[in-house]
């Protein structure tokens, strides 16, 4: 009885194997749940940080001449009449403006500070990356109720070698402080025009696309 236990069991091992494989979604990654292609309900994303290499627009009333056009420099700060060395990037631009009102009050009495942003890169945690087989690899950034769809459209599609659908999603879990990794389908999505296949994307969200073996 116990060996015919034991060779039932062994024949039933490559059918458990291949179902468990068919579970872990590919190589062991989770795959994100499909959105549309255009949201149903447009909403704002995540307040905007300032990003190297932003350009920004300082205006203070009354005081034309304390008002500039500034861009955020590589080591995330500005200078403007009066305020040389603030730290600017990782700040929202109502936090950069009220720096800007403490340190300008040393010179004017309570000045009234705005600042827009008017050309956008974003930090590295607000970009979207696209690397590997495509046209175009480059850092998007992030725009609100953004895709899979609209970030390969910014890239140029894939590469006439791309194996779309082995490429991978990397996305940072705040709330578990680890880093994730899940299955996308490009070739589904751009070559096969499965609508299943797009998923919407996050800030800081990087896509690795790997070249096809043959």
């Known amino acids: 009885m116990r060996l015919g236990q034991t060779g039932r069991m062994l024949a039933l ?3 458990m194997a291949v179902a468990l494989s068919g579970c872990m979604g590919g190589g062991g990654r989770a795959e994100l749940p499909p959105t549309t292609f255009v949201a149903s309900r ?4 995540e307040e905007y940080v300032i ?3 932003d350009t920004l627009q300082v205006f203070v009333w009354r005081n034309p001449d304390l008002s500039a056009k500034v861009q955020v420099r590589p080591d995330g700060r500005i200078t403007t009449p009066l305020i040389s060395d603030m730290p600017a990037v990782g700040k929202t631009p ?3 403006a009220d720096d800007l009102k403490y340190a300008l009050s040393e010179y004017i009495k309570d000045p009234i500070v ?3 942003v008017e050309g956008f890169s974003g930090t590295f945690s607000q970009q979207i990356r696209v690397v590997g087989a495509t046209e ?3 850092s998007i950034p992030y725009r609100a109720n953004m895709t899979l769809l609209d970030a390969m459209i910014a890239v140029g599609g894939l590469s006439e070698f791309a194996a779309g659908n082995r490429a991978r999603l990397i996305r940072f879990d705040k709330a578990s402080g680890r880093q994730r990794e899940y299955r996308v389908r490009l070739s589904d999505l751009l070559k096969n025009g499965d ?3 797009n998923v919407r994307l996050e800030p800081g969200d990087v896509v690795i696309i790997p070249e096809s073996m043959f």
């Not at 447009?42 to 994303?45: A, L, M, N, S, T």
């Open 51 to 53: 990003g190297p290499l």
């Open 42 to 45: 447009e909403g704002p994303g």
């Open 13 to 15: 091992l490559p059918m």
């Open 114 to 116: 705005s600042v827009i």
């Open 195 to 197: 609508t299943s296949a």
């Open 94 to 96: 109502a936090m950069l």
């Open 136 to 138: 175009k690899p480059a």
